[in-house]
Nanobody, 115 residues
Framework: QVQLVESGGGLVQAGESLTLSCAAS????????MAWYRQAPGKQRELVAG???????NYADSVQGRFTISRDNAKNVVYLQMNSLKPEDTAVYYC?????????WGQGTQVTVSS
């Protein structure tokens, strides 16, 4: 069974940057599409950015131009570079990956942006 472990969350001020990482617990298994979701208090979980194994990316309109998703297939790691952070980016960020026929979720990492 594969697990996803996120890291890199924290408390920052508006305008600052953070980079999130998410690593799969098994390096020898092929991981398909990976993505970052977020969930703010009282709101539904939403897609932030996704990336296919071949590197095709998509972004939510709210983060387009500020966030960059990337991945290292050899290490089964996905990153989310977040620039120009806004208070409305405050949420728990979850990593998601397609592994064989299953969808795996990480435990989440808190990102808090103060104004």
């Amino acid at each position: 069974q594969v697990q996803l472990v996120e890291s890199g969350g924290g408390l920052v001020q508006a305008g600052e940057s953070l980079t999130l990482s998410c690593a799969a617990s098994r390096k020898t298994i092929e991981v398909g599409a990976m993505a970052w979701y977020r969930q703010a208090p009282g709101k539904q979980r939403e897609l932030v950015a996704g990336i296919t194994r071949g590197g095709i990316k998509n972004y939510a309109d709210s983060v387009q131009g500020r966030f960059t998703i990337s991945r290292d297939n050899a290490k089964n790691v996905v990153y989310l570079q977040m620039n120009s952070l806004k208070p409305e980016d405050t949420a728990v960020y979850y990593c998601n990956a397609r592994v064989l026929v299953s969808t795996v979720w990480g435990q989440g990492t808190q990102v808090t942006v103060s104004s």
